[in-house]
């Protein structure tokens, strides 16, 4: 039998709102110092403990927005009491070590030229969680963190405003631009945990929203992890992100779309029985297929590890990649395995058109005991879907670069202290394409996955369960 986790999110959400409702006055100037303790989390099963910034005997309320620069400290401890905006321009700067709290319906947002600093390291991650005790904390406990730029996305205008709130909000809300290289600052070694809520059916905020966001912004070292919707979704724009870690999300892993060009490398994403539906879901736009700019990112070196069990057997359809509504992109040295329902699905005519173009490849890669040990057959998945019978079987899993063969990785599918690396002798170690040399991309990696001999997840990612 299918089990939803949302039934328990949404019975737990009823009575958050009811405590809100009570106790908390969002027009309350400042913020406010109170007594007690911020608590440490222990990380259940992780690596990176509670952010690395100790014992704090201050728990400071955030009730109002970021409107001058601004630092928050690490040795106390943060509580969101409403959904925060940095904006007027100004700097948001938050500790290596600092632990941020929030409540239900809260959330960080960073408007269109404001800018967030959160550089934490390896040994004192920036961490973003629940204000519930750790034993109690649940995917949708609070909102999650959203930057938005002034980078090209393909809405009519060039502009559009984030899902997940009122449309009232105007320019709180508003993204998109004509600068590619902008910059919403810097996100690195950065946590987010239990996050992601729906404000209205499919409007959601995700763990780690990124609306017209530049390849200006720095994005490294970033787990997001027991979201109620994506993990990290990226609205139009060009921002560049490396070593990303996105573990049972409720919902897709990855998501991009309104022409989203920009660049990924190492990433690493883990699905679970219970929920959880796409690693990918990529489109360009539903209403115009071919609009410009298209999505097309470039993306190299991404373990894709579903939940493992048999078709049907999940609690969503579970599909690798999802790539639907025009998109195209360079998808190099991905590792999709245990994914029961489909390895690759490409929808619509307009996406087959990229592929057979050149525009969207996905070569390089590893494919293994998806849909139960059959990557390609799974007819409930594969129906008419506006593809053209499209043949992902014998384009992708028949492409001479790709290759159907156990990638043998330590521990893969342990949700509480997983182990993504490869076994001594692994084939990922050969059949790599080498990335681009361009700055961004490290060229040397021309390994399969997001993995070689090291472990950079190590010291500063966590995954508890609750």
């Known amino acids: 039998m299918k089990i939803e986790r949302w039934a328990y999110i949404m019975l737990a959400a009823m009575v958050a709102i009811t405590g809100v409702a009570c106790g908390e006055d969002e027009d309350e100037p400042g913020a406010q110092n109170i007594g007690g303790s911020g608590g440490n989390d222990p990380g259940t099963g992780g690596t990176g403990g509670d952010g690395g910034g100790g014992h704090r005997d201050e728990i400071v309320e955030v009730n109002s927005d970021v409107t001058s620069d601004t630092t928050w400290t690490a040795d106390k401890t943060w509580l969101l009491k409403k959904q925060v905006f940095v904006k007027n321009g100004a700097t948001l700067e938050i500790e290596a070590g600092t632990r941020i709290l929030g409540e239900f319906g809260?959330?960080?947002?960073?408007?269109?030229?404001?800018?967030?600093?959160?550089?934490?390291?390896?040994?004192?991650?920036?961490?973003?969680?629940?204000a519930k005790e750790p034993g109690k904390r649940a995917p949708g406990d609070w909102g999650g963190v959203i930057l938005l730029g002034r980078a090209p996305i393909n809405s009519d205008g060039g502009e559009n405003t984030i899902e997940g709130f009122p449309a009232s909000q105007g320019a709180d809300i508003t993204y998109g631009g004509n600068d590619p290289e902008d910059s919403s600052g810097v996100l690195r070694f950065v946590r987010i945990e239990f996050a992601g809520w729906e404000y209205a059916p499919d409007e959601e905020i995700n763990s780690l929203t990124l609306g017209g966001v530049g390849s200006g912004t720095v994005i490294e070292y970033i787990?997001?992890?027991?979201?109620?919707?994506?993990?990290?979704?990226?609205?139009?724009g060009t921002a560049n992100a490396k070593y990303l870690v996105v573990t049972r999300?409720?919902?897709?892993?990855?998501?991009?779309?309104?022409?989203?060009?920009?660049?990924?490398?190492?990433?690493?994403?883990?699905?679970?029985?219970?929920?959880?539906?796409?690693?990918y879901e990529a489109d360009n736009d539903g209403s115009n297929m071919d609009k410009q700019p298209r999505s097309n990112p470039t993306i190299y070196n991404v373990t894709m590890i579903g939940s493992g069990v048999g078709p049907g057997e999940a609690g969503k359809d579970q599909i690798g990649m999802t790539l639907?509504?025009?998109?195209?992109?360079?998808?190099?040295?991905?590792?999709?395995?245990?994914?029961?329902?489909?390895a690759v699905d490409i929808q619509h005519d307009a996406t087959v058109a990229q592929f057979e173009a050149g525009n969207l490849r996905i070569e390089n890669s590893i494919f293994w005991s998806n849909v139960g040990g059959d990557d390609w057959n799974n007819p409930a998945i594969d129906k008419a879907d506006a593809d053209g019978n499209f043949d992902e079987g014998a384009r992708i899993g028949g492409h001479p670069s790709n290759r159907s063969v156990d990638p043998q990785l330590v521990d893969p599918y342990n949700l509480v202290s997983p182990n993504f690396l490869p076994k001594p002798g692994s084939p990922v170690f050969e059949g790599g394409a080498t990335p681009p040399d361009d700055g961004f991309f490290d060229p040397t990696a021309t390994f399969v996955g997001a993995f070689g001999t090291e472990d950079w997840t190590r010291g500063w990612t966590a995954y508890p369960e609750n």
Do not use: C
């Open 106 to 130: 809260t959330a960080l947002i960073v408007t269109r030229g404001a800018k967030i600093h959160a550089d934490g390291t390896a040994d004192r991650p920036i961490v973003f969680t629940s």
């Open 249 to 279: 999300m409720d919902d897709d892993s990855i998501d991009w779309d309104l022409g989203y060009t920009g660049k990924i490398q190492f990433a690493v994403i883990q699905k679970e029985p219970l929920v959880g539906n796409n690693g």
């Open 223 to 236: 787990q997001t992890h027991m979201g109620a919707d994506d993990g990290i979704e990226f609205f139009g």
């Open 324 to 342: 639907r509504e025009g998109t195209a992109g360079t998808l190099m040295n991905h590792i999709v395995m245990g994914f029961p329902d489909f």
